[in-house]
């Protein structure tokens, strides 16, 4: 991969990692509940979703996804599904004591490798970057060489920064309602991505 085309495919992908979406709000939470160490076990998740992700768009996996109408309907429901009842959850749970909260970390490693692989986002993203700076001219594991490392290392300080976000969040002197009302916020976000993406696989 060229210097230009390298530049190119990590502005893009910076774009693509520091968007808000459901990962981000996951993060969020996270950080919120159980501080930065124990929610690294969910940084860990989205990253081995995205390295999985990146080498079956290499190996033309997303592709032959995106090609299915019934596949990619099956997985955005899914994926809705989820978000719905974890906005929910997160609702009703909202009023419950921060350190309260379960922390076990396989249990925070499941749900955000879950959010993160059932977003139709992350497949769209993926097929974007192959279809669009991968050079057909040149050996695709030579570019993965440089794509795998920079996309991996972008994705790593965007969550990374969402979920100290959170704790910095967790960690003041909040009221218990201004508290309430911040986690009430993001499981209403996590809602409403998934009413969205209902929306837009019915539609």
Known sequence: ?????????ASFWAVFVMSPGPNAVNCIRNGMAYGVQRSLWGVAAILTQATLFLLGSAAGVTALLAASPTGFF??????????????VSGWRRAARPLRDVPAAGRAIYARAFAIATLNPKSVAGYLAAFSAFVEADRPIAQQMLVILPTALSLTALSYLGWTALGAWLGTRALSALATTSIRRALALCLGLYGVALLWSALV
Request: glycine share 18%.
């Open 74 to 87: 099956l997985a955005q429901l899914a994926g809705a599904g989820m978000l719905i009842w974890l906005g």
């Open 1 to 9: 991969m060229s210097l230009q085309g390298w530049l190119i495919f």
